[in-house]
């Protein structure tokens, strides 16, 4: 299961609509000139290293997740590494239909206008389709979806307006190919890899480049989350986190519209595209 169901969509006691933290460093005159990521589901897997990338490469960064406690451990990591990084941390559930404007409300509370945005938290349901809870999978669907679109609209028009800035959709080899068993979370994939091409070639000429970023099955905590860990995907092969992120911030940096990482998935996606869409989706079965 992706998280523990709230009793309440609206009031959860344990959590404020959203929370601010920023490091020292952050409040610190210089380094107001200095670039800054906001990246989501940053407190690990793919997202954390994204954000470990761009502290390395001389970005402040706001980072976002779900858990609050995560998250820390998260910074703490990162200004060990990097310790001249400003660092802003914005707990914030995006499950929750008011996630990404409470998202929006602390960034722009703290004054903060991110150069480039990295749509990166996302989950997934493991399990027969009639089976598995819908609460889950309307969360899911919040998460990996509603929320990236409305991020994406309440930060885009800074961007526009500057005439400069750059987006990342972590998408997912599943836009690309259905994964039964993991099939409302696969919908969701293909919708974040459709949305960013189209979004890419709307915002063409504006100073602002979108990039899609597409990895086979990585090693995070994303298939156990998902309850997924006991599959042959999840016990196979599995990405470096830290590859995926460096491949991304790349690919990002160039401005080209997509990256499938590892290379080895490349071949897959070129194969599928001359296969029958019924008979790709059976072979992509997460079992
Ligand atoms: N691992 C793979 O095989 C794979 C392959 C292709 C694409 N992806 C995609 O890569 C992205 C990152 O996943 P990952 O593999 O790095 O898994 P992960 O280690 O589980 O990281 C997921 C991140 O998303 C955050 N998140 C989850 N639910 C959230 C919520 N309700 N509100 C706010 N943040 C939330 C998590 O923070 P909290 O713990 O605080 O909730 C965490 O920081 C996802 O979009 C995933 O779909 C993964």
Redesign the pocket.
């Given at each position: 299961m992706?998280?523990k169901r709230k009793t309440s969509r609206s009031s959860s006691p344990r959590k404020r609509k959203g929370s601010t933290r920023r490091s020292r460093g952050a409040l610190n005159g210089a380094r107001r000139e200095r670039r800054s990521a906001l990246i989501?589901?940053?407190?690990?897997?793919?997202?954390?290293e994204l954000a470990r990338k761009f502290a390395a490469e001389g970005y402040d960064l706001i980072v976002?997740?779900?858990?609050g406690k995560?998250?820390r451990d998260?910074a703490r990591q990162i200004r060990t590494e990097h310790p001249d990084t400003g660092i802003t941390l914005v707990v914030?559930?995006?499950?929750?239909p008011d996630?990404a404007r409470a998202l929006h409300r602390q960034v722009k509370a703290a004054r903060l206008n991110p150069d480039v945005l990295v749509n990166?938290?996302?989950?997934?349901v493991w399990g027969d389709f009639p089976k598995t809870d819908l609460e889950d999978e309307l969360?899911i669907i919040q998460?990996?979806t509603a929320?990236v679109v409305a991020i994406t609209k309440l930060f885009v028009p800074a961007m526009i307006k500057r005439r400069s800035g750059k987006i990342l959709f972590?998408?997912?080899?599943?836009s690309l190919a259905p994964t039964p068993l993991l099939t409302v979370?696969g919908a969701t994939?293909a919708f974040v890899y459709s949305f960013s091409q189209a979004l890419g070639d709307e915002l063409d000429g504006t100073g602002v480049t979108v990039t899609a970023?597409?990895?086979?099955?990585?090693?995070?905590?994303?298939?156990k989350?998902a309850g997924a860990e006991h599959t042959q995907t999840a016990q196979g092969d599995?990405?470096d986190?830290e590859r995926v992120a460096h491949d991304a911030y790349d690919t990002l940096m160039k401005g080209h519209d997509h990256v499938i990482t590892p290379t080895s998935e490349r071949l897959m996606a070129v194969v599928s595209r001359f296969m029958p869409d019924r008979m790709v989706a059976h072979q992509n079965r997460i079992e």
């Open positions: 992706p998280r989501t589901g940053a407190s690990s897997g793919i997202g954390l976002t997740a779900d858990n995560k998250l998260a914030a559930d995006l499950a929750e996630g990166n938290a996302g989950a997934g969360d998460l990996n929320s972590t998408a997912s080899v599943a979370y994939k970023l597409l990895p086979g099955a990585t090693d995070t905590n994303f298939f989350r599995l990405a986190p």
